[in-house]
């Protein structure tokens, strides 16, 4: 890795070039003011705020991309992270979101690296550096805690998933049925389902009331508007290889 830049080379570049794609300006510049005043060997190179805007950009991928998981036009973060890496990028997640389902989503989809933004600011130039040598790595004891949360190896299907959120709307369970365009008699094959997931991580849940909280808690769904048909977007889950006869 290349420290500090001398004199003799004014125009070499740093080793490490970085992106961040974040919706917030308090965070792209402060980013930039403080890899400039602490970190010679980072580069902040692109600041966009979203990951379409950073994938348009035609002066090259940098070496790691800081992304926010909470990206209201991008809501699948798993999907964000894997078009980042189809550039050649590596993945820091740089967030406030603490949920554990949503964190270990980017996680599986190949991030290397998850600092909370309450963290010293310290914690990202390590993080950017663990990255680049292709290292895992954590900001705290706080995000350790939520990457190795048990909770958030919790996988809910697509339709678990459904349920739970228009649960959470407040609907009753015979809108749900109807919206699903199923029986209501087979609403109950997926709370159990869902609820033995938690069970199997040691969170056994007491009803579908305590499912749904656990479940936005979480991250697995989303809190949307009645008639949101985005409802569970961005959900760190994937297809429920599990075929429930009858139910669709």
């Excluded at 996680?107 to 600011?121: C, T």
């Excluded at 009753?172 to 699903?180: D, S």
């Amino acid at each position: 890795m290349t420290g500090h830049q001398t004199d003799a080379a004014p125009t070499t570049d740093p080793a490490i070039t970085v992106a961040a794609v974040d919706d917030h300006a308090f965070i792209r510049h402060g980013l930039q003011y403080f890899f400039a005043d602490n970190a010679p060997d980072i580069r902040l190179a692109a600041v966009e705020t979203s990951v379409g805007g950073l994938l348009r950009r035609t002066d090259g991928p940098a070496s790691v991309v800081l992304l926010d998981l909470l990206l209201p036009d991008e809501p699948d973060v798993a999907l964000n992270v894997r078009r980042i890496r189809a550039i050649g990028s590596r993945v820091v997640i740089l967030t406030s979101d603490s949920r554990p389902g949503i964190v270990r989503s980017a996680i599986d989809a190949g991030a290397l690296g998850l600092v909370l933004k309450g963290d010293p600011e310290q914690s990202v130039v390590e993080a950017v550096r663990a990255a680049h040598r292709n290292d895992f790595s954590v900001s705290s004891r706080l995000a350790h805690a939520i990457v190795t949360d048990p909770r958030a190896g919790v996988r809910l299907s697509a339709r678990e998933r459904q349920v739970l959120s228009l649960i959470a709307q407040g609907k009753p369970r015979r809108l749900v049925a109807k919206e699903m365009q199923i029986a209501e008699h087979t609403l109950p094959s997926y709370l159990k389902r869902a609820a033995k997931r938690y069970a199997a991580v040691g969170h056994p849940t007491a009803g579908a009331q305590e499912l749904v909280a656990f479940a936005l808690r979480d991250g697995h769904i989303g809190i949307e508007l009645p008639g949101d048909d985005t409802a569970g977007a961005g959900s760190p889950v994937a297809e429920d290889p599990e075929a429930e006869p009858g139910a669709s």
